[in-house]
Antibody, heavy 117, light 113 residues
Framework: EVQVVESGGGLVQPGGSLRLSCAAS????????MSWVRQAPGKGLEWVSI???????YYAESVKGRFTISRDDSQNTLYLQMNSLRTEDMSVYYC???????????WGQGTLVTVSS | DIVMTQSPDSLAVSLGERATINCKSS????????????LAWYQQKPGQPPKLLIY???TRESGVPDRFSGSGSATDFTLTITSLQAEDVAVYYC?????????FGQGTKVEIK
């Protein structure tokens, strides 16, 4: 079955760190563009970061310098290392596969990150 | 970044009637070399991840009912749901992929009148 499953969310204090994982099955992460998209409680969707097939990475301004996207081809897994977390980073984080030129055709169920003291 | 603005923020439509959602981009997302509009539409139901409905502004994803259609070009786009069904109650988002920094509209909530 083609799917992505996120994990790693939880409660963290402001200034803390967390690493999210996205395990893929049914396709190869390295053959696709992969993104993280987040959604604050009751709010809309916000694109966070992307890693292209060639390994190049881009970030939303709101997370640049604090978050790092990466992948482990041997594990077929995407990651998001989140440092210096702020209360405004509190969201459900979705792993999303891009098909073609940039639409997201496959989403995980998301993992909730709560930033609170 | 390209700003995507949807209207209205919410709408209530009677079962079987038409729902129309608009999406406006702050700059053209029509790529001249291939004459394609870099716009997608998604549906999100409570407690679920978004689901892709349409890409290239008007191409329906496989399995999406044909009551969903997309139109528009350059900066102005529309998602139309003809004959609204109860299962269409959801929040709908547009998204541009013209730039590396993908951006979404703020969402439009569709309810039954």
């Amino acid at each position: 079955e083609v799917q992505v499953v996120e994990s790693g969310g939880g409660l963290v204090q402001p200034g803390g760190s967390l690493r999210l994982s996205c395990a893929a099955s049914g396709f190869t992460v390295s053959s696709k563009y992969m993104s993280w998209v987040r959604q604050a409680p009751g709010k809309g969707l916000e694109w966070v970061s992307i890693i292209f097939r060639d390994g190049s990475r881009y970030y939303a301004e709101s997370v640049k310098g604090r978050f790092t996207i990466s992948r482990d081809d041997s594990q077929n897994t995407l990651y998001l290392q989140m440092n210096s977390l702020r209360t405004e980073d509190m969201s459900v984080y979705y792993c999303a596969r891009e098909e073609g030129n940039g639409w997201f055709d496959l989403w995980g169920q998301g993992t909730l990150v709560t930033v609170s003291s | 970044d390209i700003v995507m603005t949807q209207s209205p923020d919410s709408l209530a439509v009677s079962l079987g009637e038409r729902a129309t959602i608009n999406c406006k981009s702050s700059q053209s997302i029509l790529y001249s070399s291939n004459n394609k509009n870099y716009l997608a539409w998604y549906q999100q139901k409570p407690g679920q991840p978004p689901k892709l409905l349409i890409y290239w502004a008007s191409t329906r994803e496989s399995g999406v009912p044909d009551r969903f259609s997309g139109s528009g070009s350059a900066t102005d786009f529309t998602l139309t749901i003809t004959s609204l069904q109860a299962e269409d109650v959801a929040v709908y988002y547009c998204q541009q992929y013209y730039t590396t920094a993908r951006t979404f509209g703020q969402g439009t909530k569709v309810e039954i009148k």
